[in-house]
C-alpha cells in the first residue's frame, strides 16, 4: 500500500475549499450588488416622485404631464399591478355571489 503524503493531501483539501469559497464569495459580491442597486432605485424613484409634484406645484397639470410621456410613476405602478391580483377579482366575486344568495 502506497504511503499517503500529509502535505500534498492537505493541499489538495485547500485547492477543493479555495474554490468552495471563491463560488460563495462570487454569491455574496452578486447579492450584495443587488442589494445596492435596489437601494439605488428606492432612492431614484423617491427624487422622481418629488420632481413630479414639484413639476405640479409649479404649474404643470398630470394631462399635461402625461402628454409628454411623463406620467406619475404612481399612476403607472398601480396600473401596472391591478391586472396581477386574481385573488382579490376572485374573493369580489365571492363575496358579490354570497351577497346574491342571501
Known sequence: MPTIDIEQTRNQARALLDSRI???TNLVT????ITDLREQLAAAERDDKRAYVRATKDGWSPEELKKLGLESSTATRRRKYAGIRPTDEGSAASQSEAAGAQ
Open 22 to 24: 471563491e463560488s460563495v
Open 30 to 33: 452578486t447579492r450584495q450588488r
